[in-house]
């Protein structure tokens, strides 16, 4: 156990990792193992019988959209707090989230849809941007073994962006097409074109493109490896219990809400 000032026992929070043997859950045991406050008190794969969480009180989920409100429920109704980094939380899933949260006051679930401080900065500029441009369209661009499209970055900032342009006023952003069989024209989100491109080699990259006439703003991230996620995780792990009830944007646990 770490010693703090003057040679006190600091205390350490338990974490358990569901969806440990994917992608990004091997990387979030590793950081959480690495982490002077943090024990990893359980690793979870699927099948695996959740139990008691090994006696956590966090729980990471980084599962699959099909199994994350299942995988929430189960913690929070033991009174786990959950950081949820799992796509494909819309809309009827946190209203179901935010009822079961409601019998259970001291619970906090953080719902990230990005950890990544430059991503969570893109939407965030992009929110500000977005009143003062006629046209956005959002690029995202990922590894070709994501299962969700669009991602959840990419659906978090169309409602940013829907939001602001709704508050400033602002017409339909402006699309003459009236032939598309294809769907060339890409998924509306919020109104908002999202295009999603699958490309071996990628990661997580997102570009938002805005446009006025005479002039372009693009606001690019690109995560590059999964280490990119590592500090926020760890972030939404020492501040979820903090922070009961439902918190969509790690954003709200960095001041920059
Ligand atoms: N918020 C972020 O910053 C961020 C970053 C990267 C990925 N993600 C999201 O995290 C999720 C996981 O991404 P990934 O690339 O690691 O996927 P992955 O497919 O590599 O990993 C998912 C793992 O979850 C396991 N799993 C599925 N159901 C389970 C259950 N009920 N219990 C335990 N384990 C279960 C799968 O077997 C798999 O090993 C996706 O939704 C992805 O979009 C979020
Ligand atoms: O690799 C993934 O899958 C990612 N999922 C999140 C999303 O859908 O936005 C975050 C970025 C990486």
């Keep these: 156990m770490p010693r703090g000032y003057a040679g006190r026992v600091a205390t350490t929070t338990r974490v ?11 990387q979030a045991c590793q950081a959480v193992e690495a982490a002077e406050d943090l024990e990893l008190v359980g690793r979870y794969g699927r099948g695996d ?23 929430v429920a189960h913690c929070v109704d033991r009174g786990v707090s959950v950081v949820v980094g799992t796509t494909g939380w819309d809309d009827a899933r946190l209203d179901d989230l935010r009822a079961r949260l409601a019998d259970h006051p001291d619970v906090g679930v953080l719902i990230a849809p990005n950890f990544a401080i430059g991503a969570i900065l893109m939407m965030r500029f992009a929110a500000q941007a977005a009143r003062f441009y006629e046209s956005v369209e959002i690029v995202e661009l990922h590894h070709p073994a994501k299962v969700d499209a669009p991602s959840g970055t990419a659906a978090r900032t169309a409602r940013l962006v829907g939001e602001a342009r709704r508050e400033a006023g602002l017409a339909d952003v402006p699309d003459a097409t009236a032939h598309d069989p294809d ?12 295009h999603s491109v699958r ?21 690019r991230h690109d995560s590059f490896d999964r280490e990119s996620f590592m500090p926020g995780v760890l972030a939404g792990i020492r501040g ?11 954003e709200h646990y960095l001041g920059l809400a």
């Excluded at 090994?54 to 199994?67: H, K, W």
């Excluded at 490309?199 to 703003?217: F, I, S, T, Y």
């Excluded at 979820?240 to 790690?250: Q, R």
């Design 16 to 26: 358990a990792v569901i969806g440990a043997n994917g992608r990004m859950g091997s």
């Design 49 to 71: 019988d959740l139990g008691d969480l090994g006696g956590a009180q966090v729980a990471v989920d980084l599962t699959v959209p099909d199994s994350s409100p299942e995988v």
């Design 183 to 194: 769907g060339a024209r890409g998924a509306r989100v919020d109104g908002i074109p999202v």
């Design 199 to 219: 490309l071996r080699g990628l990661v997580a990259h997102q570009e938002v493109l805005l446009g006025n006439p005479g002039e372009m703003l693009t606001i």
């Design 240 to 250: 979820v219990a903090d922070h009961p009830g439902l918190t969509v944007g790690l």
